[in-house]
């Protein structure tokens, strides 16, 4: 049974790609609501080049928080808090191998996206990259967007529908104007009539994020 006051604890760690002993660059990716730690990786064969490093928490029954991303903070407690500790937890596993954060991209789709948008803004500092597919940073939308902090450059992909039913088009906006100002190098991408899900756009621009960060390193 997950602990109640931290329920992402000790959840497995799924992988794929290259072995994280060998690789030069790691992706962290962050399954939504509902889904699996397996079923993201799927995205790995599409995106990731030889040399990465593909890695997929599991949140404890498919759920990184109960409530909407755009909920009071405190209503999706203790679990943001444990998700947020479970994603520092991993990142600390790969910079033990050798692999320093600037060579580590966060992508999440939906609640992973939230989930890896409010990572890298509570933690500031140099990734390889952040995408965001279909997500945006967590909070009340009566409640000001605000983080401090340096990304340094961190390349920063927010791909999502003009219309979908879980992520208001006014906070991508607003995510993409505050890790802007943070100092990442934002790309955003607004999709019209695409719905909640992701399309080959977004796929070549993670490929094309992750090609780019593995041929800096060679």
């Known amino acids: 049974m997950p602990d109640a006051t931290d329920p992402h604890a000790d959840q497995q760690v799924y992988s794929t790609g290259t072995p994280l002993d060998e690789a030069s660059a790691v992706m962290i990716l962050i399954h939504g609501r509902g889904a699996t730690a397996q079923s993201i990786l799927r995205l790995a064969g599409a995106v990731a080049p030889d040399g990465v490093a593909c890695l997929a928490p599991q949140a404890s029954h498919r759920t990184w928080y109960p409530q909407s991303f755009l909920a009071p903070m405190e209503k999706n407690e203790p679990y943001l808090t444990s ?39 509570r933690h500031a500092e140099r990734y390889g990259g952040v995408v965001a597919l279909s997500g ?23 791909g999502c529908s003009d219309q979908d039913p879980h ?37 070549r621009a993670v490929r094309e994020m992750l090609t780019t960060l593995v041929s800096a390193l060679a």
Do not use: K
């Open 83 to 121: 998700a947020l500790n479970a994603m520092d937890e991993l990142i600390q596993t790969i910079e033990d191998a050798g692999i320093a954060r600037n060579r580590i991209v966060l992508l999440g789709f939906s609640q992973g996206a939230c989930l890896a948008c409010e990572y890298a803004a």
């Open 136 to 158: 945006g940073l967590i909070g009340p939308e009566d409640e000001p967007l605000s983080h401090d902090g340096d990304l340094e450059g961190t390349p920063a992909f927010l």
């Open 167 to 203: 992520i208001p088009l006014e906070r991508v906006q607003e995510t993409a104007e505050v890790l802007r100002e943070m100092g990442a190098d934002v790309d955003r991408r607004i999709y019209p009539g695409m719905g909640h899900t992701t399309n080959d756009d977004e796929l």
